[in-house]
């Protein structure tokens, strides 16, 4: 059984720091393309970061320069860390795990954790 888990989320005043975590279980975590997502209140899911098997990155132009996402194998676990952080930046941000072997792609979601930046 797959299991994507965040947490880390939380309220951050603007200008504060926020580092969320995503644990996944039940694939075989190197091999896939990790991502983190979020969706601000009233709009739809959009991409943040992405991490490939073999640590390539991408980034929303919103975040680049303020948000960095890495990953640890051996922990099966990836991390966003949050610098600088705005208040568009909240929403709820949901962890992706995809893999593509032709013809099938896989994707799997946690259930997300909320970030709220607010004075």
């Not at 279980?25 to 970061?49: C, D, H, N």
């Not at 960095?68 to 991390?79: C, F, G, H, L, P």
Request: with cysteine; net charge positive.
């Amino acid at each position: 059984q797959v299991q994507v888990v965040e947490s880390g989320g939380g309220l951050v005043q603007p200008g504060g720091s926020l580092r969320l975590s995503c644990a996944a279980s039940g694939i075989l975590f190197s091999i896939y393309t990790m991502g983190w997502y979020r969706q601000p209140p009233g709009k739809q899911r959009e991409l943040v970061a992405t991490i490939s098997s073999g640590s390539s990155t991408n980034y929303a132009d919103s975040v680049k320069g303020r948000f960095t996402i890495t990953r640890d194998s051996a922990k099966n676990t990836v991390y966003l860390q949050m610098n600088s952080l705005k208040p568009e930046d909240t929403a709820v941000y949901y962890c992706n795990a995809h893999l593509f072997v032709a013809p099938r792609t896989y994707d799997y979601w946690g259930q997300g954790t909320q970030v709220t930046v607010s004075s």
